[in-house]
């Protein structure tokens, strides 16, 4: 039976693209990893450098992200319950004449209101707005307890030159599942 499972998994792969994707806790040697394995992939499809750049530049961003906002509070605690809400997802394919980088994690209500109101803000403006709000946002803003000045977000729409599609996944009162899709053309 599970093979039949890994089978289909194995064809959505190849349906969809996937050239990699990773589920599990994101350390600072899974970066490198991941940053690394990805050059070796464009480098074979013999992408150019412009689009190389601006999918390692928005890929960089994105595995900060999920490295830096998920909330460690005990190392030694290894139960199935912190491992699973210090998990995260990430897929990254290509479709056509696009990149696709999604990613998935958890995160708690309050986060996610604030996030939310951020990422509709970043979305309501255009290239002009967005380098203005950049600068802005670097000269004044105050880094957060985990060392971000909150550039992540803005810097992925700018160099992506996209919307960032989003969506907040309720699990429970305390808990949403945050879903991050970047299309890099």
Do not use: W
């Not at 998935?104 to 209101?113: L, R, T, V």
């Amino acid at each position: 039976m599970i093979k039949n499972d890994i089978y289909e998994l194995y064809l959505t792969m190849e349906r969809e693209n996937i050239l990699l994707s990773f589920k599990g806790v994101v350390t600072s040697d899974l970066l490198t990893s991941v940053l690394s394995i990805m050059e070796s992939k464009m480098d074979y499809m013999e992408e150019s450098p412009k689009t190389k750049k601006k999918v390692f530049n928005v890929l960089v961003e994105c595995l900060q992200n999920l490295y830096h906002h998920i909330d460690v509070t005990d190392q030694s605690e290894r139960n199935l319950e912190l491992i699973e809400s210090k998990s995260a997802l990430f897929m990254i394919s290509k479709k056509d004449d696009h990149f696709m980088i999604q990613t998935g994690n958890y995160i708690d209500a309050a986060s996610a209101a604030e996030l939310k109101s951020r990422l509709d803000l970043i979305n309501g403006m255009d290239k002009d707005e967005l380098k203005k709000y950049y600068q802005d946002t670097l000269n004044n803003g105050a880094m957060s307890e985990k060392g971000t000045a909150g550039l992540g977000m803005i810097d992925i729409a700018r160099k992506s030159g996209n919307k960032l599609e989003y969506q907040f996944l309720p699990i429970n009162d305390v808990n949403s599942f945050f879903c991050l899709n970047i299309k890099i053309d």
